[in-house]
């Protein structure tokens, strides 16, 4: 025969809590009470805290924020499938991800205000920084799994997020095909959230599934509901455990939403209707999972009530005592130009010092 | 002790630190089952096997992107760019991530890699198999820039480079690869120190890569009809550049030729000239000159001789600045 079929894909989708809060028992991962309350709280401090840095930012009192609120379920729960030791590599739209690895909310104050300081994570230093060029941290979580590997850990694995905006991008295809090729234990997990900035979904790319660019490098795919904590937990959690086993990399597609603007810098009326939000609104991830809970019986409107007051009482401080006041060094960028600056550039420091001195910091 | 050509001592050096630190890894294009289109890497295949000497797919910004990852969680790769004329493709990677990770992340995170790439003209070669870009990684903060000219220094300075906390750009001039051979000590090189190859009083002659030789051969011919005293320097380190040896040479010569394969605008010799102008313009007996190519796309073999820099342009440029 001329013509045969040599091979053919196909993709899945998985979901397990639906938006009207129903969970279909056969999947529903075996998650014990206690995660199951720890990633509400932490999806709903991240939703908390991302809108007060909002607000913040609103005042005149923050900079620019990417704003993640609608998406938590997409990037909280892979952090529960994760170990300390494993690596987290992240892109810039999923704060709840990282202050379940350990980051503080004064980081996120620090780094949305301007300070470097903000991305040393203190109680993990597998957590990488904020990565802002689209798609190029994820060959470095390919580095990073591999190279571990070859140190000695024999189970350590890297997790690395971004969006589909992401996914056009060269460095996308480099790093997962490096991954397949170096056989990496890497899970790469996209939010797609429908935009970049303006550009939705459909001008990214003609593929019908994000999950399906898989296939072209030999790796797993898959497409979860991202707005399901369960079905992105139990995509992440089998995704991690093949990684773990050596069994190769996996790409998860989360669809989701971004309910609010790219950044503060944007408006999305130019580009979206407010039926298309509306329609999201619906689906919303902290909702869901409240009735998930409410039906186990494990929660209710009174710890609702009391979750909220810690929350709020927990982001006021940090606000707080952040806004009295931080010392930063002026010269540190000097610091960490190289391991020991050069002499040449000690002589700049001595000049920016010195200029410093007798102009003031400005306005 | 025999002599040896650059190859050769790139390649020993290569063996020694991988012989002497399981941490060093090299990934690239061919430089495994082939051991580089050079040979520089030839032999580390057979000898670490293939999870040390990775045979990369064709994708530079995936090879600095995944060794960027590598060097964070503690290995030191060694990464090969086939030609510099490719290097591009992983600019943003270089640019945007292995040159910024430390002061991004305030010294949590540090990028130690070294990404080594034949460059230059006089090969014959295709087109951008001949460019000298040195200028636009010695611009970008947190990257180190070295350039070797001899087997007796490469060796060395690729070990200091593979040892270097810091990212390093490794640029190795092609045309000196095999062209002369030398009996080297194992003489150690700092990254950032530039070599006085003759001490003199009377002109300073700066230089780096393939240029280095050329400038020796003008300096000879010209010493055949007149007695001079030249100080000749080797830059080695584009950046961070040795300034003080530069300055303190020309406080004591007066006079100062640089020589650069490169083209003109915005390169290490008008850097240089920036440098002497900002510390020791007082001291100048004459313009600071500079012998380059020009500012034109290199152009294809039939004609890089009309613009590689020649020793007919170093000689009357060093006998111009001597007799000003």
């Avoid at chain 1, 529960?80 to 980051?103: H, I, Q």
């Avoid at chain 1, 969006?163 to 095909?177: I, P």
């Avoid at chain 2, 007066?254 to 240089?272: D, H, K, L, T, Y």
Wanted: charged residues 25%.
């Amino acid at each position: 025969m001329p013509l045969d079929i040599i091979e053919t894909f196909q993709i899945s989708r998985l979901s397990i809590l639906n938006e009207n809060g129903n969970v279909d028992r056969e999947l529903e991962p075996d998650l014990p009470e206690g995660s199951l309350i720890k990633l509400y709280e932490a999806m709903s401090l991240s939703r908390m805290m991302d809108q007060r840095m909002l607000n913040l930012q609103r005042q005149g009192r923050l900079g620019t924020l990417p704003v993640c609120t609608g998406q938590e379920a997409a990037f909280c729960p892979p952090i529960l499938a994760l170990r300390d030791t494993d690596w987290f590599v992240g892109s810039y739209r999923e704060l709840g991800a990282r202050l379940m690895r350990g980051e503080s909310l004064t980081n996120a104050l620090m780094f949305y205000n301007g300070y470097e300081e903000g991305n040393v994570n203190p109680s993990n230093d597998r957590t990488l920084p904020v990565s802002i060029i689209l798609g190029s941290q994820l060959a470095h979580a390919v580095g990073l799994a591999y190279a571990s590997r070859l140190l000695g850990e024999k189970e350590t694995i890297a997790l690395a997020m971004f969006g589909d905006g992401s996914t056009s991008e060269g460095d996308f295809h480099e790093a997962l095909n490096f991954a397949g090729v170096l056989n990496a234990p890497v899970v790469f997990l996209c939010q797609n959230n429908q935009f970049a900035i303006s550009t939705p979904r459909q001008f990214q790319t003609r593929s019908e599934t994000i999950a399906q660019k898989a296939i072209a490098y030999g790796i797993h795919g898959i497409q979860v509901d991202g707005n399901d904590a369960l079905a992105v937990y139990l995509a992440a959690k089998e995704a991690v455990d093949r990684a773990r086993a050596g069994g190769g990399p996996t790409l998860i597609e989360a669809v989701t939403f971004r309910m609010g603007m790219h950044t503060t810098a944007d408006d999305p009326t130019r580009y979206r209707a407010d039926e298309q939000v509306a329609a999201w609104e619906n689906k919303d991830p902290l909702i869901r999972f409240n009735i998930y809970l409410s039906e186990k019986g494990i929660w209710d409107e009174e710890k609702q009530a009391d979750l909220e007051s810690r929350l709020k009482a927990r982001i006021d401080k940090r606000v707080t005592e952040f806004e009295q006041g931080i010392e930063v060094k002026p010269d540190a960028p000097f610091d960490h130009v190289f391991a020991v600056p050069p002499e040449s550039l000690e002589d700049q420091r001595r000049q920016f010092l010195a200029d410093l001195e007798k102009e003031g910091i400005h306005g | 002790m025999a002599k040896i050509n650059m190859v050769q001592a790139l390649n020993a050096s290569l063996h020694e630190a991988m012989d002497q630190d399981e941490k060093v890894l090299v990934m690239g294009e061919d430089v495994g089952i082939n051991g580089g289109v050079f040979r520089v890497t030839d032999g580390l295949y057979d000898k670490f096997g293939r999870d040390r000497v990775i045979d990369s797919p064709i994708a530079e910004s995936g090879i600095l992107g995944t060794a960027i990852g590598m060097a964070m969680a503690g290995l030191r790769p060694v990464i090969e760019m086939q030609f510099s004329g490719f290097s591009y493709e992983m600019m943003h990677q270089l640019e945007g991530n292995a040159s910024r990770m430390r002061n991004r992340s305030r010294g949590q995170f540090t990028v130690p890699l070294v990404v080594r790439m034949p460059y230059g003209g006089g090969v014959r070669a295709l087109e951008h198999h001949s460019e000298s870009k040195e200028a636009y990684y010695g611009h970008t903060a947190g990257v180190k820039v070295v350039i070797p000219s001899t087997p007796s220094n490469a060796g060395p300075l690729l070990r200091a480079a593979i040892d270097d906390p810091d990212p390093v750009i490794f640029m190795e001039p092609k045309r000196s690869y095999r062209s002369f051979k030398e009996v080297v000590s194992p003489e150690p090189y700092q990254i950032g120190r530039a070599e006085i190859l003759k001490p003199g009083g009377d002109i300073t002659i700066i230089s780096w890569g393939a240029m280095m030789r050329d400038t020796l051969k003008a300096v000879e011919m010209i010493k055949a009809n007149r007695d001079f005293s030249p100080e000749i320097i080797d830059l080695l380190t584009i950046s961070p550049m040795d300034v003080r040896t530069i300055i303190e040479s020309v406080k004591k010569t007066g006079r100062c030729v640089v020589v650069q394969e490169a083209q003109q605008s915005f390169g290490p010799a008008s850097e240089i000239i920036a440098l002497i102008n900002d510390q020791a313009l007082m001291y100048l007996e004459a313009p600071v000159k500079r012998v380059t190519m020009y500012d034109v796309v290199f152009p294809l073999f039939a004609r890089e001789n009309y613009y590689l820099p020649s020793k007919e342009k170093i000689l009357r440029a060093i006998t111009h600045t001597l007799d000003f």
